[in-house]
């Protein structure tokens, strides 16, 4: 199915879709848009593991497994964050990282 | 060809939603421009033949993740309320940072030459996956496995404290 495309290409799209996650992480300004840059960036690294098993060591299943765990620990990583988030706001009444500036509630 | 051109929607779709997600002002908007990045992705490792990943791509990302922050933006934000971004002198800046970021690894990428291994290509059906989890000798990965399965627990407890409610 992948015949025709180079490596390059696949590498190409996950580097853009990796700054842009970088992008949105600097500018963004509330707390659950920076959860989705964070989950950008996580699934452009995805995309580079399976693409480096496809492409250089097909004989092994290494980059499969490696995003697989990856994809595991997004999940518990959303769940905690989303959770904290709803903690924070309870307490301050906003989700907005300029209005979260006390340590104390 | 036919290969190439179904990448090329499909690299297009992730490079323009995930452009939008972060660009967006509405956040629920922002989530679901995330979630036809997610499923494009899965459409790559379609194209890649690693059918399971792309099915644990669907459900555990496109379905749980998303589907989860879109309760919180539900429960958190007004729904025509728009996201703040950064000021104008922020945004200039961070744009500078990631092209240059960019460029770099880009410049690296092409310059550097892949060798790729010439040894057949082993199948990853599902039995293959399956006998990989859980084998502990060589190419086995048992131990992230089960690494895997004690840190969900250990999150499952640690979200449903951190969010419970305090009882004074």
Redesign the interface.
Known sequence: ?????P???????S??????????F?????L??I???I??IL?SV??NF??FN?????????G??F???V??????E???A??????I??NFRS??V?KVDEMKH | MNNLVMFFILSGLILVFSVMTVLTRRILRSAVFLLFVLLATAGLYFMLDYMFLAAVQLTVYAGGIVVLIIFSILLTSHISERAAMAGKWPMIASAFVVLLGAGVTLYTIYSYVFKASAEPAIPSTMKSIGSHLISYGEDGYALPFEVISVLLLAVMIGAIIVAKKEVK
């Open positions: 199915m992948h015949q025709g495309i490596l390059h290409y696949f590498l190409i799209v580097t853009l879709m990796f700054f842009i996650g970088i992008f949105g600097l500018t963004r300004r509330n659950i848009t959860l989705m840059s989950e950008l699934n995805n995309i399976v693409v496809r492409y250089l060591f097909p004989h092994k299943l290494q499969h497994f995003s697989m765990i994809i595991a620990i997004a999940a518990a959303a769940a905690v989303i959770a904290i988030i709803i903690n706001y309870r989700i907005e300029g």
